[in-house]
């Protein structure tokens, strides 16, 4: 075995994924340096097999062994770039715990980042999901990626249009962007901070604190409290977070549902289009709760699927598919997970 390319086979992946779900890699690299891709895609007895980049695993489902290469990446590092006017640059490595980042910014006198403070996961998977809780996403915060190419074996940077981010969608969940993998991300985060309070819940668990005008790590302490209180420790009750994403229809659409279901949850999107609740709709069809082996959904929050113990990824399918079924019976709508299924 190269000391560079330490290669385990047949790796158990039960304690890389936040589902919690048993089964094994054919292969598995734990990648600490850039130079260990260049290898592997340069190498022909690894370049034709099939590969699998693996950050914290929190937005996966795997439901079968997988037959190539894993490739973990673990990069690591952190650093204040540079500031201009308007922004402070900070940087972080994809292997990096992002919840930890957060905090590490936070430590810094750096406010931008607090809304996204505890949701599971690597730096690395940030722009991929373009994720977003308590009315950020990432897109609002960000400057730039680094990434390798295996088609070139090269390393280039992309800025935010080149990333094309939509709702929790990026040119790397694209046929022509899933390929490249992400070295590390760059955020600018804004000089003249001002809490973001856009989300209800966030601004009324502040005020009934007493707190008129917080700062950043106030933000963040709540943000994680919340959190904490609705949602499963992965650590505890395996889950990927949020399973399904809030679909998005048209006024037209809305007003229609309106008519047959006052209470439907519902917000109005810049375009005219309107978000809708998944988490509602799955809790009106009766799922929070509920059971189907060893997969069920958490009693606090119709929108996060569990592993209860023991559950496969077939368990978890099933009762995905079951959940989509029923709400797209009674509403017209068709949940998307969020997770992707290996």
Known sequence: MHPQFPIQYQFPLQSLNTFGIAASAHAYLRVTKTEQLLGVFADA?????????????????????????????ALQGREVLASDEHHHYVRAAAGENWHEFVQWTLAQGLGGLENLSLIPGTVGAVPIQNIGAYGLETKDVFHSVTVFDPATSSTRTMDA?????????????????????????????????????????????????????????????????IRRRKLPDPAVIGNAGSFFKNPVVTGAQCAALLERFPTLVHHAQPDGSEKLAAGWLIDQCGWKGRTMGAAGVYPKQALVLVNNG???????????????????????VLLEPEPVFI
């Open 45 to 73: 007895a690894w370049v034709s097999l099939p590969k699998l980049v693996l950050g914290g695993g929190s937005n996966l489902l795997l439901t079968k062994d997988f037959p190539g290469l894993v490739l973990h990446i």
């Open 161 to 225: 249009a080149a990333c094309r981010f939509g709702y929790r969608d990026s040119i790397f969940k694209q046929d022509d962007g899933r390929h490249l993998i992400i070295v590390d991300v760059c955020f600018a985060l804004p000089k003249q901070w001002q809490p973001n309070l856009r989300y209800a819940e966030l601004a009324q668990a502040l005020a009934e604190q007493g707190i008129a005008t917080p700062s950043a790590q106030q933000v963040a302490d709540t943000v994680i409290a």
């Open 310 to 332: 023991g559950a496969q990824g077939a368990d978890v399918v099933a009762l995905a598919r079951a959940i989509q079924a029923d709400v797209q019976a009674r509403y017209g």
